[in-house]
């Protein structure tokens, strides 16, 4: 069983900065490196996203052209942790921010939501402009 819990979201002006975490746990032989990871965002209306993703190693990564050059993943397998640097934030940013992890392929990683088996619960982002 793998779990994968989000944490950092807030409240943040137009123009700032937020750092999303999510952490992951998982039973005897499902190794955090065995997982390209993902994060997605959905508003209420409207279809999950796929904001940012990167593989298994951390050498390979994408992004929505959305927020290309704002944002940056990163992973640290030692820790089983992922981050979301996002900066320059803007209001349109807003949105219920989930981590996912995906079996990886060995290659790199997608933004599709339905190649993801486990996410978090989600962890909110408020951009006040």
């Known amino acids: 069983q793998v779990q994968v819990v989000e944490s950092g979201g807030g409240l943040v002006q137009a123009g700032g900065s937020l750092t999303l975490s999510c952490i992951f746990s998982?039973?005897?032989?499902?190794?955090?490196?065995?997982?390209?990871m993902g994060w997605f965002r959905q508003t209420p209306g409207k279809e999950r996203e796929g904001v940012s993703c990167i593989s298994w190693s951390g050498e390979r990564t994408d992004y929505a052209d959305s927020v290309k050059g704002r944002f940056t993943i990163s992973r640290d397998n030692a820790k089983n942790t992922l981050d979301l640097q996002m900066n320059s934030l803007k209001s349109e940013d807003t949105a219920t921010y989930y981590c996912?992890?995906?079996?990886?392929?060995?290659?790199?990683?997608?933004?599709?939501?339905?190649?993801?088996?486990?996410w978090g619960q989600g962890t909110q982002v408020t951009v006040s402009s």
């Open positions: 996912a992890a995906a079996p990886s392929n060995g290659v790199g990683c997608s933004r599709i939501a339905g190649e993801y088996d486990y």
């Open positions: 998982g039973s005897f032989g499902l190794n955090f490196d065995d997982y390209a």
